[in-house]
Nanobody
Framework: QVQLVESGGGSVQAGGSLRLSCAAAGDSRRSYCMGWFRQASGKEREGVAYIRYGITFYADSVKGRFSISKDIAKNTLYLQMNSLKPDDTAMYYC??????????????????WGQGTQVTVSS
């Protein structure tokens, strides 16, 4: 079992920045790949960023603006979000799975999810 707790969401104006954190606790015997997803009101959940054995993947909509990283010693995943736009407004979730998907990371059925943190970007 893995528990994920996100933090760092909030309200910012367009062009601003936020850094999300996802603290992981639980089974340390396995290696987990982790990612960030978001779901805006009335829309489907979408994969935002993902890290797999040090290699990062991004949705086209956030490339060049968002950066995913992982502090292994702290068991914490981060998402640095810069140049935020109103379209980035959503609930952001982190997810983890030992299956470590590759190209299908955005559609994979992750076993573990956090409770989410709200990001609101105003124009």
């Amino acid at each position: 079992q893995v528990q994920l707790v996100e933090s760092g969401g909030g309200s910012v104006q367009a062009g601003g920045s936020l850094r999300l954190s996802c603290a992981a606790a639980g089974d340390s015997r396995r290696s987990y790949c982790m990612g960030w997803f978001r779901q805006a009101s009335g829309k489907e959940r979408e994969g935002v960023a993902y890290i797999r054995y040090g290699i990062t993947f991004y949705a086209d909509s956030v490339k060049g603006r968002f950066s995913i990283s992982k502090d292994i010693a702290k068991n914490t995943l981060y998402l640095q979000m810069n140049s935020l736009k109103p379209d980035d407004t959503a609930m952001y979730y982190c997810a983890a799975d030992s299956g470590c998907p590759a190209r299908n990371w955005q559609r994979y059925a992750y076993n573990y999810w956090g409770q989410g943190t709200q990001v609101t970007v105003s124009s």
